[in-house]
T-cell receptor, first 112, second 116 residues
Framework: AQKITQTQPGMFVQEKEAVTLDCTYD???????LFWYKQPSSGEMIFLIY??????QNATEGRYSLNFQKARKSANLVISASQLGDSAMYFC?????????FGGGTRLMVKP | EPEVTQTPSHQVTQMGQEVILRCVPI?????FYWYRQILGQKVEFLVS????????KSEIFDDQFSVERPDGSNFTLKIRSTKLEDSAMYFCASSEVPRTVGNTIYFGEGSWLTVV
């Protein structure tokens, strides 16, 4: 079974600064994928970034990057140059098959 | 950009009534999913569907739930006799190929279900 842990229930960041959202995972599978999703207050689930377990380089998508440390089983999301619109819930998820297991989420609040 | 669409966006139903939530996955995607999120809680997997049959399902997906692909585009979740604890956001999702490792899973905007 897979398990995802997000230890930060809430975080504040100053606008234009970078922020790291933590995610650790546990799985016995050798092949798996790690995802980050953003959920604004409107409720939709927006895909941000993906990292495969065999990818040697950390994934990047615009202002989002994934700090993947396989030995430590962590997949932290880094948001650079935070914007007010980044205020939302952020979920880390993983799959090793055809279902996603989600963490409990981190609420990020960007201060102007 | 292709997207997963869901209807209705919000539905209020009486306890014991049947509810059908509809989804149109991304057109070239072959794997379909339903997830739910009770207010304030984490997103939970319900069921995955491939080649017109259920591929995997969770403990939550009991006999009151069913899924169907009635035509070439829609993917539906039916809750036969709703209970108060079924109140949640229900997300449909799809991915391009059966094995989702290495392929992104795209979510719809969700359907809020409120059971009163």
């Amino acid at each position: 079974a897979q398990k995802i842990t997000q230890t930060q229930p809430g975080m504040f960041v100053q606008e234009k600064e970078a922020v790291t959202l933590d995610c650790t995972y546990d799985t016995s599978d050798q092949s798996y994928g790690l995802f980050w999703y953003k959920q604004p207050s409107s409720g939709e689930m927006i895909f941000l970034i993906y990292q495969g377990s065999y990818d040697e380089q950390n994934a990047t998508e615009g202002r989002y990057s994934l700090n993947f440390q396989k030995a430590r089983k962590s997949a932290n999301l880094v948001i650079s140059a935070s914007q007010l619109g980044d205020s939302a819930m952020y979920f880390c998820a993983m799959n090793a098959g055809n279902m996603l297991t989600f963490g409990g989420g981190t609420r990020l609040m960007v201060k102007p | 950009e292709p997207e997963v669409t869901q209807t209705p966006s919000h539905q209020v139903t009486q306890m014991g009534q049947e509810v059908i939530l509809r989804c149109v996955p991304i057109s070239n995607h072959l794997y379909f999913y339903w997830y739910r999120q009770i207010l304030g809680q984490k997103v939970e997997f319900l069921v995955s569907f491939y080649n017109n049959e259920i591929s995997e399902k969770s403990e939550i997906f009991d006999d009151q739930f069913s899924v169907e692909r009635p035509d070439g585009s829609n993917f539906t979740l039916k809750i036969r006799s709703t209970k108060l604890e079924d109140s949640a956001m229900y997300f449909c999702a799809s991915s391009e190929v059966p094995r989702t490792v290495g392929n992104t899973i795209y979510f719809g905007e969700g359907s809020w279900l409120t059971v009163v």
